[in-house]
């Protein structure tokens, strides 16, 4: 009986041991395809960083020639007559066209790399350069060609919690209303020319919003800054009739 025993206990040992060596074995492939997932990620990871290094090195190229651009375009229209600035759309929207499509880059190009990013603040120093030169340059139309134009100047930071529900406000206030331009001035941007914008406007606290050369503190809502700009009640009037002409010439 101790015999059978005996030979009772050498197969469970021979199979716990064949178990284990079994396991080894799985343990073993478990391994080196945890090696080769983690080797690939590393690869793919490395790849897309130098892929998306490159692609943002092309998209401030790209910038940095659109600054250019629209700077020698401001120079040339510095020079134009009014009569020519009339039959072009450059007295309502020209500039800002430009200059929003560039802020969309920029803002991307924030996004990817970080708000501390020295290549971003950079060009966010440039590009508050060039709306101001903007508002200045729409400002001299006006009073050299007595066209009028209209003017929304938007400050703000990061760290302010309105400011992301009145950059939406004012989204839709570009869309809604081509006829107005919209300058977004980030206060955390550090340049002598926006200190003084600033001071000028005694601007204290963020959201702030000039309309009119006037100062508004605080969240402004869609239909207040319609009402602060009596004109948009003429505009939605225009828009509409237009659209009832289009209307009735299709049918």
Not at 114 to 129: H, W
Request: proline share 2%; glycine share 2%.
């Amino acid at each position: 009986m101790d015999s059978a025993i005996n030979v009772q206990l050498y197969l469970i040992s021979k199979n716990l041991m064949a178990i284990k060596h079994m396991n080894k074995i799985i343990y073993l492939k478990v391994f080196l395809v945890t090696c080769i997932i983690f080797a690939f990620t590393l690869w793919l990871s490395n790849t897309m960083s130098n892929q998306k290094l490159k692609e943002l090195s092309d998209l401030e190229n790209q910038i940095s020639l659109n600054i250019l651009s629209t700077e020698t375009r401001f120079s040339l229209l510095e020079k134009t007559s009014c009569e020519h600035l009339v039959d072009k759309k450059d007295s309502r929207i020209g500039f800002n066209d430009e200059l929003t499509a560039l802020a969309k880059k920029v803002k991307f190009m924030e996004n990817q790399l970080g708000l501390k990013n020295k290549n971003v603040n950079s060009i966010k120093e440039y590009y508050t350069l060039l709306q101001i030169k903007d508002y200045l340059l729409s400002k001299e139309f006006q009073s050299r060609c007595g066209e009028r134009s209209y003017s929304l100047l938007y400050f703000f930071d990061n760290e302010c919690k309105d400011c992301s529900k009145q950059s939406v406000i004012l989204d839709a206030v570009s869309q809604k209303y081509p006829q107005i331009r919209v300058y977004w001035f980030d206060k955390s941007v550090s340049t002598p020319a926006l200190d003084t914008l600033i001071s000028l406007f005694n601007i204290s606290k963020v959201p702030s919003l000039i309309i009119g050369d006037k100062l508004y503190d605080g969240m402004q809502t869609l239909e207040k800054i319609e009402n602060y700009i009596p004109e948009t009640k003429v505009w939605i009037m225009d828009s509409e009739a237009q659209s009832n002409v289009a209307t009735t010439t299709k049918s």
